[in-house]
């Protein structure tokens, strides 16, 4: 049977100041009709630009140096970039679903515009008629209000929304092929969950295929027929679905699947990071390209050309010379990560840190912004960021305060440390309230609380060296009393969070990403605090370096008695970090508890439906998981439901929860729950 | 505390910020050239007493308007001056006039900016409300205005000059230091308790800098322009001081017979702006890609 | 008498301060029609017929303050008085030897004795409204006029004898004083003034002259076109008549060059000489001296400390400047140069004095007696229509180890530093006169009363008392003997200033244009009724 | 909307009141006394007098610029010492005359300077991108009015094509008129057209590389039809931006080009007012000329709604 896509030994290199970077070197894969089709890999891998190079929208800087694209018996790759029929096949028959959906819709022309002037075009259907597609394809998506909604602009949908529209922009023409690039990757866990749904509805029905193109392995491990793996430029690994995440052999398919917490993990399971970074593709070496990173590398594998794929079972390729060598590798594997699991501290048996005292107490915090409108800025409502939040910190506890995007939990963490004003409530530090303290005040208490950013590149000035970085606190709040102790202290830090104090005078710029948000951590860890709230901390970096930080965190929690507020959106790094996790939805907590009862047994639909969502990389597990969709989007907070602030998505409200808002009733074993119905 | 992380990564060097810069900066050869002019230019405007073959000053009446000779490579003017020299002296004039009103604008500027943008409120307002307004009036009007009130000569032209171009700054500080201030580096310094000075000078002026300096760059092509407008309309720099503008303006008449008096000068200046545009492009591009726009 | 003295003299300023204020450059002199224009008459003979039509259009350098209100005319004749001439006609006119003839007036009697001036009217003549040209309308002129107006306040009352006779009573009676009243007060007609309001009338002239006014736009044009019933049968030739108000000399240039105008005046001596060169274009170079602009520079010499103090530092500096070379190279030679107050071909020239000629050599070593061996420091200040000049001057100095800055100010505080405030070093000095009268001439700055230069710097008594008598002097020899005397006291006894040369202002014409009639004197004249173009 | 209007309506106003501010103190820090200045050395001291009263001159600052505002509020603008005329009466023939010219400008520049600046973009590296590169970075540093001497030099003087200076009305006679402003208005325009080039390309460049314009391209659609309808439009956002900054450039540079040209417009009246000392002339052509400086950008902020549908006011 011949395939609906196959390409072959693809290469695509961009040229960039005399240089040639290798994006995509001799790639071949295949799709067939009907099958989702898997390509994962991290940032850079050239994941991206392998689907673009068939299709010719690559940048002008890049070029296609060989290979075969070969597409319903024709190479693409024969025709010219802007040509009728690369044209013909862009939109008509290949449909792309882009990554950004706030950048990828054009935001002067109405979403119906966009959608019916690609069926006018492959269609040649009138604009009326084009018009009624677009209704038609938008009610499929899913959007509400079709009709009317066709004429809106972009901005005027959400994230979620818009990418809806993108896919049935991608399908308007019903095209053979649709390559969701990253398509779900900037959305919420829950909204993620809708749309993959949505998709893997549409392949059934119309009998399209995917290109699904990602690094969550989670969602592969849901969707995906079968996997391709990709590292710096070429495919490391590709096989059935099942192949790689039960049976991975490649060691970076390995090393991703043990860096990631996992929903399913035993929480004493120490995240294994993979060292090192990917190999600058401008000057790849002629040998493996993970050499580098390779905890398994043999010596064979430092002087051998890079390994090609080879077929180990049956639809199962890998590129590695463990693999060639034959013997019981699978087993020397396992070995071999066992004593590399070792070389790491064992974490503890979890125990409740309740009776370590508490260190923060919020109580009935509410932090409110002005809404204005008009010609004076009249105030016209209050932005409920904040609604009403109390809870308990533990010294020496981690408590993860999880929820999507909006729904208040960075609000929470920057009233708690004052960055903005709580509009009232006591937050109850050590015994003091600081909700309304004075500057000035606050000062001294601020040695003992501090935090860690989210972006490591916006959090650290640019133009400051990394000793400054780490040594303004001690200056502010005047903890050195010399020049010496001042470098004596900085370089201690640096130490402490895994950085060689002789880098203390570079610049931020000069250090990776997971490097960057260790010196974020040296400056939180600076004034001695005692008390640090993570926003965010890992969400910005890449699987592999989250390992690491996370690891990190767990250590200076242990060797320093650190209390941590850690805020995240994945519920799966929460579990594995934290001690009790709180979970808020539009400015309220709306189920708190430990990390066990609460992810083994979830009591409010809300937290339910956020677990459903989040994938887990194992496809036996998946298969047996039910995958329940919640409906509708997360409301503004200025269109807040009444009553229970759930009601309107919650699958079992009535309308009772419809005209009461629901207290959050905590039982004895601390697990509280804001909801009538349980 | 002891360090117990056994990993100490070390990052291989990369080039630094400042080689980075240097690179991209030199990468074009029109910037290369527009370089070595603004730096011929400077060192001509220096060492102008060495360089000129002769006085700028003297003259020899009898000798006026001649033609280019070997004596004189540009000619003379109406007073017999060399006009070579008189153009190496010119560029003094128009570098004084140039830096002296975008370093007065940039630095009131900047400071308007920095204050509307870091302390907000009515302040800012007010700041901004009056900048939109000296912005209403072009700049060649203010000047012009400004220039009779305050008279001709250099220090006229000078503030008339400097005012104008005041709220390009403020308005382009203000933008920046509410960009920055944004920024969770100066969020992470609030929360140590910084002081708003210390805030100011360590963090937010460093960092918002940059256009600034491409800015008055660019400025100054639009500083020299202006001045030789002013001379046109006869509020430019106080004679003998040689000065483009003006010397463009005196040698017109002549122009069928000795182009070169006018040409000469014009010419200078055009390649001087010029010079001083295609670096600011290149500085803004080095600097910060994502300003081209806004600039 | 101390009232009348002011008032003459603010007349002279008003006339200075237009000087200083025209945008043209340096220049002018006295004139009628030049000897070029008379040469080229005689070439062809044109027949009467072959004269009518055409317009021609005229440059100027400014919008006129007024150019159809007689008294706002009288009392700023530069650069008024030209523009309202075509419409606006005078009692007398000047001929080429700068005496007052007969126009609107045909005859007049002077009684010395009475301190009256008897004036008899053309007759017959209309304004341009169909109203009467006759005494009513002159006394109401007049009337208007005398009181508000420096110089002519000399007149106690007009006296209507009958229509065309009237009998002028002056308060003080000074030699010259009558010329002002026939030569720059433009007859207007007193109903218009009426009908149209002062401002109404400010820019539309209604008068008894060749042309009519048509109309105008702000420093862009102002149009005449013919008067049918123009009092001289077969005047004029044109049927129209335009001034180009053109401010930039380098637009006016083109403008010229372009042939938009015809005629092109005030235009710098420079720009005059680049442009001598087509056969089409004729230069009219007036040459009869019947009147000076002059140019100096002026020292402040009221400081005792200041080097300038010292009359052989005056007189070193008047020694540094080659003003032969700068009138050859700055005028091109429409400049004459002189070391007096006047021409050396005049009778007020004295001739005995110190030459003044150009000698870097004497000038050092009369510095080094000064006790400025090495020359000092000083400013010039200057007016931006000058800067040129002043720089050349600076440049001489600069050869004697004097260090000079050219101050260009603004008109503004140029006039305040004149008036009031003073100056350390020098400014320009502009002098102006109708005649080589030296009474007029110094009165303002040198006078006993002086409201310019010399009441900041203090002039010496016997130079008071020189203007004076000069003034009233009657006699002619006398009045040599005593214009004699104060170039000596002026220039070689005190050396008050250095003199450069006096000035002419030479226009351009195509040479399809004859008699064109503009002459300049203490101001310009424009006469055209008798223009007429080539086809 | 409508909110949006009448609050930019209340910015608007607060940047007139600093506007007559300005321009209110730029005559007050004039050295000397204007009404002597006004008036010329011929003055008495009883006119002067006369004239320091009916300016105002003799009341305290404050009261000065109320009187002079709440007149120009009314509608009067004053009256000018030289010209015996209301500085309405004055303005009301040259504000139409620059208005001409400068709106031809800008016409110009658009439909020169986007078109070329798009050619440009698109054809990036390219000959026509070289050539526009180069001769907008020559238009930009070129004085304005040293190319207006240069065109009548060659253009007038030489060749004999155009008029030297003057202006006719293109709307009583077309034909004339159009001889005596094409001109004036290209070289006004170059700098601009230099400048819209210059922004309309690397704004070209910037919108071609966005995410939206991969995803028109996605689609099949024709290059033409992308550029265009997708890339040309969000490129304009900047561009307008730009002309509505250059429109205060277009009336300073008719500053310099009605000098060179001899129009009678508003930049040939505020310099002879200069020059003349009218001051009341002077404050009320920088006046008139900032206030339409700050309707046209007004203007443009709302065209921007036009064009931007994203931008929320508020």
Known sequence: MSHLLEVKNLKTYFKLNDQTVKAVDDVSYHVNEGEIVAIVGESGSGKSVTQYSGIKLIPQSAEIVSGEVIFEGSDLLKYKENSEEMRKVRGGKIGVIFQEPMTSLNPVLTVGEQIMESVMLHKQFSRKRAKERAVELLNMVGIPDAQERVNHFPYQFSGGMRQRIMIAMAMSCDPKLLIADEATTALDVTTQAQLLELLKDIVKRTNTSIILVTHNLGIVARYADRIYVMYAGRIVESGENKDIFIKPKHPYTIGLLNSVPRLDDPKDRKLIPIEGLPPDLANKPKTCSFLDRCPFKMEACEYSPAPQLVEVDKGHYVSCYADIKGNDWNLKFEEEFASASEQVIMKKEWKSKENNGVILEVQNLKTYFPFTKGIFNRKIADIKAVDDVSFKVYKGETLGLVGESGCGKTTVARSIIRMYEPTDGKIIFNGTDIAKMSKRNLKNIRKNMSLVFQDPSSSLDPRQKVFNIIGEPLIINKLVDSKKELHERVEELMRLVGLDPNLKDRVPHEFSGGQRQRIGIARALASNPSFIVCDEAISALDVSIQAQIINLLEELQEKLGLTYLFIAHDLSVVRHIADRVAVMYLGKIVEIGDWKSLYDNPKHPYTKALLDAVPIPDPLIEEQREHKVLKGEVPSLLSRPKGCVFSNRCPIATDECREMDPPLSVEENGHGVACIKV | ?295 | MKRRNVNFVLFIITMIIFVLTACSDDSSTEVVEGGEENKEQGVTETSENDKYGGTVKVRIAQQPRSFGFPPAIANNPTPSIPVALPALETLGRFDQDGNVQPWLARDWDMDDEAETVTVYLEEGIKFHDGTDFNSEAVKWVFDQIIDTHPSLSAIDSVEIIDDHTLVFHFEEYISGAHINMFTIVPIGSPTAYEELGEEGNWNHPVGTGPFKFDSMENNHYIKFVRNDDYWIDGLPYLDSFEFRIIPNETTAINTFLANEVDIALHLGANSIAELNTSSDILVVDPTTSIGLRGIGIIPNTSDPDSPLADIRVRKAISHAIDREQLAESIFHGYATASNQLTLPNSWSYNPDLDPFEYNPEKAKELLAEAGYPDGFQTTIYTQNVRSFLMQAVQGYLAEVGIEVEVDVVEQARFMSMIYEEGWDGFTEFIYYSAGDELGTLLRPFFGPSPVLWGNIIGIPENVVDLVVNFDLEMEENNRQRLAHELQSAVMEEHHLFTPLFITQEPYLKYNYVHDDGYYTLRADFFTPEKLWIDK | MGAFIIKRLFQTIAVLFFVTLIVFMIIQILPGDPAQTMLGADASQEQIQKLREELGLNDPFIVQYFNWAAGVIGGDLGHSIFYKETVINLMSSRFPITLTIGISALIVTVIIGIPLGVIAAVNRGGAIDSVVVVLSNIGIATPNFWLGILGVYFLSLKLGWLPVQGYVSPFTDPIGGLKTIIMPVLVLAATTIASVMRQTRSAMLEVIHQDFIRTARSKGLKERFVIIKHGLRNALIPVITLLGLQLGNIIGGTVLIEQVFNIPGMGSLLVSSVFMKDFIVVQACVLVIAVLVVFANLFVDLAYRLIDPRIKYN
């Open chain 2, 1 to 295: 505390m002891e360090a117990t992380q056994k990993v100490e990564i070390n990052v291989p060097r990369r080039k630094s910020e400042f080689q980075k810069f240097i690179k991209v900066l030199l990468a074009r050869k029109v910037v290369v050239i527009s370089l070595s002019i603004l730096f011929l230019l400077v060192v001509v405007a220096i060492f102008a007493p060495w360089i000129a073959p002769y006085n700028p000053y003297t003259q020899n009446i009898a000798n006026s308007l001649q033609p280019p000779s070997k004596e004189h490579i540009l000619g003379t003017d109406q007073l017999g001056r060399d006009v070579l020299s008189r153009i190496i002296y010119g560029s003094r004039a128009s570098l004084i006039v140039g830096f002296s009103s975008v370093a007065l604008a940039g630095v009131i500027g900047s400071t308007l900016g920095l204050v509307a943008g870091y302390f907000g409120g009515i302040l800012d307002s007010i700041i901004m409300r009056f900048m939109d307004a000296l912005l209403a009036i072009p700049p060649i009007v203010l000047a012009l205005s400004l220039g009779a009130a305050l008279g001709g000569g250099l220090v006229g032209v000078v503030v008339a000059l400097g005012v104008a171009l005041i709220p390009t700054y403020a308005r382009l500080m203000r933008g920046q230091v509410m960009a920055v201030r944004e920024m969770d580096y100066i969020k992470a310094g609030e929360i140590s308790g910084i002081s708003n000075l210390r805030n100011i000078l360590v963090h937010v002026m460093p960092n918002c800098i940059s256009p600034i300096i491409v800015l008055a760059t660019l400025n100054l092509g639009i500083a020299i322009l202006a001045e030789a407008g002013l001379s046109f309309l006869g509020l430019g720099v106080n004679p003998p001081q040689a000065a483009w503008g003006s010397m463009v303006n005196d040698g017109y008449q002549y122009l069928s017979r000795l182009p070169g008096l006018s040409f000469a000068p014009g010419l200078c200046i055009v390649l001087v702006v010029m010079a001083f545009n295609i670096v600011g492009d290149a500085l803004r591009d080095a600097l910060d890609p994502k300003l081209r726009g806004s600039l």
